[in-house]
């Protein structure tokens, strides 16, 4: 069985920011290089109008670029054995807040889509770039996305796209910022992504830098974060996948989690949902409020397998999502 992985990561080998490990192994992270001739603003702002529309717009899925990058990876199906779980771990939640912006526009995603969900880009050298999705989620620093980690890391490479030109817009819509581009200055994955690719880790947070002296979730909110949550959960989950309007409008999929034949080991969850390539990354809702657009997102878009239609899988936040995002939140 075929990995399909949803979103594409190409990298330009001579800018990858190598791995930092923390005191304990479990984590890798990077920092953004800073131009030493330029000041952090001036820094950001270069990041931004690196952007155009027409680069937007050229941003490409790995199965239209390089679908092969990942195909080494299989799957045996098999049935789920989460008998490691504890069962007896206690869910914990951080409340969702909302932002200073009201949906300016027409709100997409059946009219359940909300800012606090995006688009992100990075450049991939010689006029290719790379998109995903990604939320901003609550957190002290108010500067914090998740998104998947294979949407800014390459283990094929050992690097990190922190310095690839990468940026998140909130809600983007047909190549529009309506709430601007924020810059990342750092990235947080598992080891057992960056060294393994395991897809139990496929998890990637992300802090991006202010612009104009406003944090990310205070101008369009934060969804709120939950760790051992139930599973088999009614989830509301959002993207930018490139098969629906061509990736330019927030899509989004609503059904009851359950488990999946991805087996060897794998403890995620699947959904049934018809997003494709570009929506990595992208939240999973659950207690998903529709009048306010908010919920507690306990997984994201991760990968599809060849040869089951329309099923979207998503690794378990459990208590090593949430030791990382104890890690990053502040």
């Given at each position: 069985m075929v990995l399909l992985v949803?979103?594409?990561?190409?990298?330009?080998?001579?800018?990858?920011?190598?791995?930092?490990?923390?005191?304990?192994?479990?984590?890798?992270?990077?920092h953004v290089i800073q131009p030493k001739h330029m000041t952090t603003d001036e820094y950001v702002q270069s990041v931004i109008d690196f952007w155009t529309e027409e680069k937007f717009h050229q941003a490409k899925s790995p199965w239209e670029l390089y679908p092969n990058i990942f195909n080494s990876s299989e799957i045996r199906?098999?049935?789920l054995d989460d008998s490691h779980f504890d069962k007896n771990t206690p869910a914990f939640a951080v409340n969702p807040v909302l932002g200073a912006s009201d949906w300016n526009l027409k709100a997409p995603a059946g009219g359940y889509g909300r800012p606090t969900t995006g688009k992100v880009f990075w450049n991939l050298g010689n006029n290719h770039y790379g998109m995903c999705s990604a939320s901003v989620i609550v957190s002290d620093n108010r500067d914090l996305l998740v998104t998947a980690a294979h949407c800014i890391f390459d283990p094929s490479q050992g690097g990190f796209l922190v310095n690839h030109n990468w940026v998140f817009v909130p809600g983007y819509i047909h190549g529009q910022r309506p709430y601007g581009t924020f810059p990342v200055r750092s990235?947080?994955?598992?080891?057992?992504?960056?060294?393994?690719?395991?897809?139990n880790y496929d998890i990637g947070y992300v802090l991006v830098f202010q612009v104009n002296g406003r944090h990310v979730q205070d101008v369009v909110g934060a969804q709120g974060i939950g760790f051992n949550f139930g599973r088999n959960e009614l989830i509301f989950s959002f993207g930018y996948p490139l098969n629906l309007d061509g990736g330019e409008v927030m899509q989004y999929c609503h059904a009851l989690s359950g488990g999946h034949q991805a087996g060897s080991g794998y403890h995620g969850q699947q959904l049934y949902?018809?997003?494709?390539?570009?929506?990595?990354?992208?939240?999973?809702l659950q207690?998903?409020?529709?009048?306010?657009?908010?919920g507690y997102v306990t997984s994201i878009n991760s990968f599809l397998l060849s040869g089951q239609t329309n099923t979207m899988h998503g690794p378990y936040f459990g208590e090593d999502a949430r030791s990382l995002y104890d890690s990053t939140k502040t």
């Open positions: 949803l979103s594409f990561v190409l990298l330009v080998a001579s800018c990858q920011a190598l791995p930092v490990a923390d005191a304990q192994g479990k984590y890798a992270s990077a199906r098999q049935k990235m947080t994955t598992f080891n057992g992504w960056t060294n393994s690719n395991d897809w949902c018809d997003m494709t390539g570009g929506s990595s990354g992208g939240p999973w207690v998903f409020n529709i009048q306010s657009g908010t």
